[in-house]
């Protein structure tokens, strides 16, 4: 199974989705989204144009954070999302609040926190920077922004990827390029 990563697409003062976003997701079995997408149409655009079903999480910007207006309900989109493929517990979730500050800030309260106990995938957004890093056998994935990288200006950014089998999952991050013209 293949499933697509993205976050931080803040539509509309990003402007919209890249062509090449929806280019390299498309052919994925399902998409996850990290939050802060501000409008539920983003969703739509996603389903529509990679043909694939859409999960995805509320972030700070999505509940009217930065003066921006509340996103509305949508039945894809939760607070936090458990989702289980093959074997697999992929938790997903728009602010990972790492690093850890332990005692009371760990991976594991965090787990513990938005899904009840471990999972074995931790997908995360807000920073906008991606990531692919494994903390105490959990695979920590950050998709990054397609359309603000590095919360700097609109450009190409990155989309993410997480390719499950069985009890193994391999995660990696794709770098937009502009399409030959």
Not at 18 to 42: K, S
């Amino acid at each position: 199974m293949r499933i697509g990563l993205i976050g931080d697409t803040h539509y509309p003062e990003a402007g919209p989705l890249w062509d090449e976003a929806y280019e390299a997701l498309r052919g994925v079995d399902m998409i996850l989204h990290a939050g802060d997408l501000h409008v539920v149409d983003v969703l739509d655009w996603l389903e529509e144009r990679c043909q694939a079903p859409v999960f995805a999480v509320r972030g700070n910007g999505d509940d009217g954070g930065g003066g921006r207006p509340i996103c509305p309900d949508d039945p894809r989109m939760k607070p936090v999302q458990l989702i289980t493929a093959d074997d697999l517990r992929i938790g997903l979730v728009h602010d990972a609040t790492l690093p850890e500050w332990p005692p009371h800030r760990t991976l594991e309260t965090i787990m513990d926190h938005h899904f009840g106990g471990s999972v074995d995938v931790l997908v995360h957004g807000d920073t906008h920077v991606p990531e692919v890093t494994e903390m105490r056998g959990v695979l920590l994935v950050n998709p990054g922004s397609p359309t603000f990288p590095r919360n700097l200006t609109r450009r190409l950014g990155t989309v993410g990827f997480l390719e499950v089998q069985g009890r193994t999952a391999r995660a990696w991050i794709h770098q937009l390029e502009a399409a030959a013209r």
